[in-house]
């Protein structure tokens, strides 16, 4: 049985041939040099050194930590 849909090869273009990539161009690693330690203002490491404190009062006194907390809020209260 013929459908009449006959693959004529010949009609069909022609591909072009493939060529393969040339081969990438060697690398090498760069060199990394270390950066300069990042130092903290000293008003940040004071800040931290009293959270800390607190943090630490906190865990071992309370009331006591609650009595600084309140001292703190009252000095910087305006009179």
């Known amino acids: 049985m013929d459908l009449g849909e006959r693959l004529d090869l010949e ?29 903290p203002p000293p008003a940040q490491v004071e800040a931290e050194r009293r959270r800390f404190e607190i943090d630490s009062m906190v865990a071992s006194n309370p009331e006591k930590a609650a009595d600084y907390l309140r001292g703190l809020m009252d000095d910087r209260q305006p009179v």
């Open 11 to 39: 009609m069909m273009p022609v591909m072009p041939t493939v060529t393969a990539l040339p081969p990438a161009p060697a690398t090498s690693a760069i060199p990394l040099t270390a950066l300069p330690p990042i130092v």
